[in-house]
Every structure is written in structure tokens, then in C-alpha cells.
């Protein structure tokens, strides 16, 4: 039986209710409930009809998410009985399903273009789901989903993107003849979502107008891995193991998808998501093979680490600190029934404090988001919020931070209570901070350096901790101007400091006289953005410039020349050295990240990060947990990337959203905290509102 709610009138309902509380005794074997429009229903009534069909309730097909929200969202409400529920609706942006919903096998979440993300427990309430659609969502992280997924135990077809001629999430009968434990793709609506109904069908709904996604909103996409099998690679098609195999091989390069997620532009996005979900058997209408699965192990564990210091194990935080205090360690036993072993052996310290980086970590796929919201409530006299915009961590002191704002304010915070420690407010013209940096052997005091040429050195000992107080006498040098000024960096001595910005030349400053002790002219084709000195010799820096080059320089020599240069496809966006000065690394224009050894500029790593196009998208990258992996973040993009400094995998992608809805927001500047461990600052601009977190 199949009730149209949107051809009801209220006054149609009761005589409905009375004759669905009889169903039991009835020969109504299953009711569906559509809804096909927007048209304005009364709630309570919908509620009652749906509590009044029971058990015998099998397909919910709504477009009105507010007709059962309370069903949905309110454990108290008992959840649905459906077997099958089809959910449109662009008002969903998280997924909290509260209630019981032992019955519900299928879901379909396709065209909800608000659902950004999925929460760590969003599918608890779902236990026996089989099948879920989430065609043309919003969803992109792979790791948050995945570990999302990974909770629903019969979880076996699953889609992101669609073929175009299937109306579920079964193999499509062109790529499935080799699968026969497993229903195939019903054309004719028998098993999957509503199928009776043409408006269910993904094929219609191409037409439909729907916010754009990546600028595009019907982008067909092929699947990565057809090309991985015409590759030289361990398994090749020689090596199949019958000819249904093979077939599939074809499949796969024929195969184009319609009304995908953004998830579907991950890099390796099918091979990630087949090693995450073992269970899984039809991924985007396409049936998951055994040569597919030991492929796409190999794909995983090249290009990323599944915990931090290529751990394979999740250990519990409990564990690790038993084993270093015993010195007894557990041995794992994979895919084995047998029980844990114990074993006394001897480990370095590095060794305990990464496999508690590695069993943090692995406790959740969802990172801890800690805004530092005092700087978003600090309020000047004019009744105006503060704009961060460079911030810099102080070298001794882990609670300790200093941040300047785009109008020239500066901020001593202790980021941990959240209190201020000083504040100096905007001297002269409207300009922004972008230069900080903290002298290391006098760590009271740090060099500011501002877009408007000026460049001062204060001392946190004579800041006023208040907004309103003003400020006590607190500069103790100031230096001449450098015109257009980008980036300051004090050498490790503390005697001397370099300045470069928008032109070709950088000022070497000497910083007890506060004079320009010299200037070095055309030392690159455009403008320097970035200069940085070594860590451990004061006569060593480097230098980024968005003429492609990166240059080692050494002050010692009498002739100034590059030790050596090396070229970026892109415009340079920034350099630093690694904490021990044993490598460089370089941040181009749209993600392009490698890491070069500082002794002769030979390549090390090349992050494999993928690029948007965008000749605007400038990156940024930084060391976190001393050299062992990197962070980096770009001003178009919401996410910040970590990847392993040494072999180049990704660890992890952290997805930074707002509170408001569709909000976009874009990384602005980022740090690696160098006092604790997978930690790292990151300041964004959502709407246009700067924001530390």
C-alpha cells in the first residue's frame, strides 16, 4: 500500500489512522509513505499516521525533513520502523540519527547538499544498515567517513557516486556478472529505495537545479583505479586469476560517474575507502574483487600511513604507559584468536613517546577542535573585534604566544587560559603584522615587523595586560624601515635579523645599533615573500621568492652568491628550515610541497597534495613533532594536511568548519605546536571574520 502524503488533506488523516491502527489483523502486508513536494503538512498528524503503520511500515520517502525531525533527531520519539528511508533535503548538515531503527537496511541520503560530514557516533541507532546512498552530498574526508563506516557491521553496498543507469547502490548488471551472492542493480525498483516511484530515481534528479559543487554540479569523474591495472605493477591482468576478473578490469575503464561527492575527488579515494571497509562488496554501483582488495593494499600503504610512525596497530594509551613503566610488552597476534602474549624487552624513550603520538591518535578519526576564543571577543575601544593575522609561538614558554592583526594590533596571549599578557595596539596608519619572531636568548623579547616598512623590538616585561590600559614604554629599538615588508627572522645568535617583502633586495639588520647594516640587492627575479636563518648557524638563510626560486645563502662570503637555487613549477609561497637544519621546506602556489635536503638542495620528498587550479590557492607548510611530519594549509581550501616528512604518506586531512550554514573557511596560517605532539594552531578567515584555532 503506498500513501501519497502530499495529495492529503488534513481531514483525510484520521479515517487513515483508524484504519492503519486495525493493519495488524489486516492483509496489508507493507504501507510506504512518499512524499513528493514541499507542500505544508501538519506534523502531529504525519506523526500519528506513521506511528499508527508499526512494524508493517516499510519505505519513508520524504523531501520535508521537519515532518519527522522529532522521529529522527529525538531518541524519546522511539525512531521509525521502515525498512527503507530516502531522505531529500538540503536543511540536513550533520547526521545525528537518535532513536531505534532496528528495522532500517537501506538509507538514501542523496541531493542532501548540506551534509558536510559524518559524526563519530551518527550511525550508532542504525545497527542492521546494509545499503546507504550519499550521491551529490557534500562529504569530503576520507578519514572521519571511513572511521564513520567502519561502525556499521553489515554494511555491504555503499555509494558516493552513481551510474547513471542504477537507481540503487547494487552492482550495476554490466560490472556484476561475476557476483552472485549479492542482489543485482533492480532497474525496475523491486529492492532499492522507491524504485516504484520515478522522482526516486538518481536519473531524473539530473535535471534538477541543485547547488554547485566544485563548480560543476553534474561533474562526471572516471575512477582512479581503471589506470592502476594497465600500470607495471605487482599484479598485472596477466595475472588474474579467471576471466570474470579481467572483464572487470574493462569495466572499470569504462566506467564514468554521475552526481558525486566531493570524497570522490580524494586522491585514491576507491582503494581508501575498499582497505577501510573490509566488509564492503559494491562500492558506487561497482562490485569490490578480490584482485581489487590486494591492489588497493598496495595503493594504501604507499601513498598513506594508517597511524602516526607506521604503527599497525591501535593500542590502547593504557597499554603504552604499562609498557614503559614494566618495560612488557603485548605482542599482537592479526587475525588470530589467540590471546595477547606478553614479552619484557628493552625501548628507547623515542620509541614510548611515539606509540603514544600513535595511540592518541588512533583513538578517533575526529581531531579535538580548541578555539582560542578570547581573541575573537577581544573588542578595541571603537567597539571593533580583533583580526589576527601572524602568530608565532614563544621558543621557551609553552603557554606563550604572540599575534599581530591585520590593523597593526599585537597580542602577548598565554593560549592555554586564554588570559592576555600584553597588548600593543596600532601605531600610526592603518597597517597589518606580518612579521613575529622571538629572540631566543633573550625570550622576553620579540621583533615586529609591519606591511608599512616599520620594525620594532619589544620586551613582554613592559606590556600592559589590558586593551584599555594602553601600553607602558615597551619598545626598546626601533629599526629603519624596509618598504613593503613581509617577513623578519633573527639568527640563532640573536645579534642579527633579516627583512625581505614585495621587492627583490633583503636588509640585514644589526639588531644592538638598530641599524641596516646591509643591503642585498637582486638577489631573485621577484618579490621575496619569505627569508628564514638556519637554526643553529647564525650565518646560513634561505630565501622564497614567487619567481619560482629557492636560494641558500651564507653572509660569510665576500661575494654574495646562492650556494645553490632550486625551482618550483609555481611561485614560492614560503621556506623554512627543519628543526635539526637538515632539510628545507618549500611551499608552492595550489599544494605544491617538497622537502629538499639543505646541504646541496637535492629533493627528499615530494608531497604527493593534490591541486585545485586555482593560481590564487597560496600554501603554506610547517614542521610538527620536530621533523617527523609536516602540516600544511591553503588560503582557498578548508583543511589542513598532515603528511609524513620522510616517506611523504598522508597521516591525516582535518576538515575545518563554521557554525554557520555553508559557511567556506580558509587557511590562513598555521603552526606545529613545538612543545607537544600532533598538536597544531591554525588561523582561518570564515566569512570574512579571522579566527584562531
Not at 561527492?261 to 573490509?278: A, D, G, T, W
Not at 590593523?407 to 595596539?425: K, R
Not at 646591509?518 to 646560513?540: C, E, T, Y
Amino acid at each position: 500500500m503506498i500513501v501519497l502524503l502530499h495529495c492529503l488533506k488534513d481531514a483525510d488523516f484520521s479515517p487513515l489512522i483508524d484504519v492503519f491502527f486495525e493493519i495488524d489483523s489486516s492483509e496489508i502486508d507493507a504501507v510506504d509513505i512518499i512524499h513528493e513536494s514541499h507542500c505544508t503538512l501538519n506534523k502531529e498528524l504525519v506523526m500519528s499516521l506513521l506511528r499508527a503503520i508499526k512494524l508493517k511500515l516499510r519505505i519513508v520517502d520524504l523531501q520535508d525533513i521537519s515532518l519527522v525531525d522529532d522521529f529522527l533527531w529525538d531518541p524519546s520519539k522511539g525512531g521509525l520502523a521502515c525498512q527503507i528511508l530516502n531522505l531529500r533535503s538540503s536543511e540536513i548538515r550533520y547526521l545525528n540519527i537518535a532513536g531505534r531503527f532496528k528495522e532500517l537496511h537501506t538509507l538514501n541520503l542523496d541531493f542532501c547538499t548540506s551534509l558536510t560530514s559524518l559524526q563519530k557516533d551518527c550511525f550508532a541507532c542504525l545497527p542492521n544498515l546494509m545499503r546507504l546512498s550519499m550521491c551529490e552530498t557534500r562529504v569530503a574526508n576520507l578519514w572521519t567517513t571511513s572511521a564513520a563506516l567502519s561502525k556499521l557491521p553489515l554494511l555491504v553496498e555503499l555509494r558516493f557516486q552513481n551510474c547513471l543507469c542504477c537507481k540503487g547502490t547494487g552492482p550495476c548488471p554490466v560490472s556484476s556478472s561475476a557476483i552472485v551472492d549479492l542482489p543485482a542493480c533492480d532497474r525496475t525498483g523491486s529492492v532499492e529505495f522507491s524504485g516504484h516511484l520515478q522522482t526516486s530515481c538518481l536519473l531524473d534528479h539530473s535535471s534538477d537545479p541543485l547547488p554547485v559543487l566544485n563548480g560543476n554540479s553534474n561533474l562526471q569523474v572516471e575512477v582512479s583505479l581503471s589506470k592502476l591495472y594497465a600500470e607495471d605493477r605487482d599484479v598485472s591482468l596477466d595475472t588474474a586469476p579467471n576471466c570474470n576478473e579481467v572483464d572487470a578490469f574493462a569495466t572499470f575503464k569504462k566506467y564514468v560517474s554521475h552526481h558525486p561527492s566531493p570524497i570522490c575527488f580524494q586522491k585514491n579515494y576507491r582503494e581508501y575507502m575498499i582497505v577501510s571497509l573490509p566488509r564492503l562488496a559494491v562500492l558506487d554501483n561497482l562490485p569490490i574483487r578480490k584482485l581489487e582488495r590486494e591492489v588497493a593494499k598496495t595503493i594504501f600503504s604507499e601513498y598513506y600511513e594508517f597511524l602516526p610512525y607506521n604503527r599497525k596497530h591501535k593500542e590502547s594509551i593504557v597499554d603504552v604507559l604499562h609498557m614503559r613503566e614494566t618495560g612488557v610488552g603485548r605482542i599482537h597476534f592479526q587475525n588470530s584468536s589467540k590471546p595477547r602474549q606478553q614479552q619484557s624487552y628493552g625501548k628507547s624513550q623515542y620509541f614510548y613517546s611515539r606509540s603514544l603520538c600513535a595511540a592518541k591518535l588512533g583513538c578517533s578519526a575526529w581531531p579535538f577542535l580548541q578555539p582560542l576564543s578570547n581573541i575573537c571577543h577581544i573588542t578595541k575601544e571603537e567597539g571593533q573585534s580583533l583580526r589576527p593575522r601572524q602568530f608565532e609561538y614563544h621558543p621557551a614558554n609553552s603557554s606563550l604566544m604572540v599575534f599581530g592583526t591585520l590593523d597593526g594590533e599585537i597580542v602577548v596571549i598565554n593560549h592555554e587560559n586564554g588570559h592576555i599578557v600584553g597588548y600593543i595596539p596600532s601605531l600610526g596608519a592603518m597597517n597589518g603584522v606580518l612579521g613575529l619572531c622571538w629572540l631566543k636568548k633573550y625570550p622576553s623579547k620579540f621583533l615586529a615587523g609591519s606591511d608599512n616598512g616599520s620594525l620594532r623590538l619589544y620586551d613582554i616585561n613592559h606590556l600592559l595586560p589590558s586593551i584599555v590600559d594602553g601600553y607602558a614604554s615597551h619598545c626598546n629599538v626601533t629599526f629603519d624601515d624596509f618598504e613593503q615588508l613581509t617577513s623578519v627572522h633573527v639568527n640563532s645568535t640573536d645579534d642579527q635579523f633579516l627583512t625581505s617583502g614585495y621587492s627583490k633586495h633583503v636588509a640585514l639588520y644589526d639588531i644592538d645599533s638598530g641599524k641596516c647594516v646591509q643591503l642585498f640587492k637582486d638577489m631573485h627575479r621577484g618579490p621575496i615573500n619569505v627569508v628564514k636563518f638556519a637554526h643553529h648557524s647564525p650565518s646560513i638563510f634561505v630565501t622564497s621568492s614567487f619567481d619560482h626560486d629557492v636560494k641558500l645563502w651564507d653572509v660569510r662570503q665576500k661575494s654574495l652568491r646562492p650556494c645553490y637555487t632550486v625551482s618550483s613549477s609555481s611561485g614560492n609561497v614560503m621556506v623554512c628550515f627543519s628543526p635539526d637544519d637538515l632539510h628545507l621546506l618549500v611551499s608552492a602556489v595550489d599544494n605544491e610541497v617538497k622537502q629538499l635536503m639543505a646541504v646541496d638542495g637535492a629533493l627528499h620528498t615530494k608531497f604527493e597534495i593534490p591541486s585545485t587550479g586555482s593560481a590564487h590557492n597560496y600554501t603554506r607548510s610547517y614542521y610538527m613533532n620536530g621533523r617527523d611530519y609536516i602540516i600544511s594549509g591553503s588560503c582557498d581550501e578548508p583543511v589542513v594536511r598532515i603528511c609524513c616528512a620522510q616517506t611523504g604518506r598522508r597521516l591525516r586531512d582535518v576538515y575545518l568548519e563554521d557554525k554557520g550554514p555553508r559557511n567556506k573557511m580558509f587557511v590562513q596560517s598555521l603552526r606545529g605546536d613545538p612543545f607537544r605532539a600532533l598538536l597544531c594552531w591554525v588561523s582561518f578567515v570564515p566569512t570574512n571574520q579571522c579566527k584562531e584555532k
